[in-house]
T-cell receptor, first 115, second 114 residues
């Protein structure tokens, strides 16, 4: 298995532009997570899906952020409009079933820079 | 999830054994202890998990005392490539109580020098 695949690896955009981050989870994993990592706040959970359905989006910072999972093999995180404070590394992770004990597999992340 | 406390940073030299202790005083009966490793520019990676006593794999050992209020991740003979942030997390397989989200603390930043 190729693991969790994220694209792009790096994204530089201007303030006000729309940004879309993409994630392909591991096949057969029922749960998908989006995290954001910054020096100041560490790793923050933004939203997670179970069987393509958003379960908890309480970590999404603002209405400018939205996430979708149209099928079991693809998810997007969109920021519209983007702002400089959105600059961070965004990680996608997946796990096969409930419980911390099953472990999460993370992608390599997308480093977003908003100028 | 039970709250965890770890040192913010640690320094070591190549070839030494490194022990990182995590405190989790309010750990619940069903909770497991899990450690993740994160290299620069990569996502966290699961390295080891345990419930009690000792667990060992090809990467590390995990020591858990009888009261389970703390745990120690042991990295034998570290190398430069072990420089990373190490996260301790505590949580369980939910028993019809809903999904437990993986919440990361600040972790321990380990720097291994030549």
């Amino acid at each position: 298995d190729a693991g969790v695949i994220q694209s792009p690896r790096h994204e530089v955009t201007e303030m006000g532009q729309e940004v879309t981050l993409r994630c392909k989870p591991i096949s057969g994993h029922d749960y998908l997570f989006w995290y954001r990592q910054t020096m100041m706040r560490g790793l923050e959970l933004l939203i997670y899906f179970n069987n393509n359905v958003p379960i908890d989006d309480s970590g999404m910072p603002e209405d400018r952020f939205s996430a979708k999972m149209p099928n079991a093999s693809f998810s997007t995180l969109k920021i519209q409009p983007s702002e400089p404070r959105d600059s961070a590394v965004y990680f996608c992770a997946s796990t096969p079933r409930q419980g911390v004990i099953y472990g999460y597999t993370f992608g390599s992340g997308t480093r977003l820079t908003v100028v | 999830l039970a709250k965890t406390t770890q040192p913010i940073s640690m320094d070591s030299y190549e070839g030494q054994e490194v022990n990182i202790t995590c405190s989790h005083n309010n750990i619940a009966t069903n909770d497991y202890i899990t450690w993740y490793q994160q290299f620069p520019s990569q996502g966290p990676r699961f390295i080891i998990q345990g419930y009690k006593t000792k667990v060992t794999n090809e990467v590390a050992s995990l020591f858990i005392p009888a009261d389970r209020k703390s745990s120690t991740l042991s990295l034998p003979r570290v190398s430069l490539s072990d420089t990373a942030v190490y996260y301790c997390l505590v949580g369980d397989l939910p028993l019809n109580t809903g999904f437990q989200k993986l919440v990361f603390g600040t972790g321990t930043r380990l720097l291994v020098s030549p």
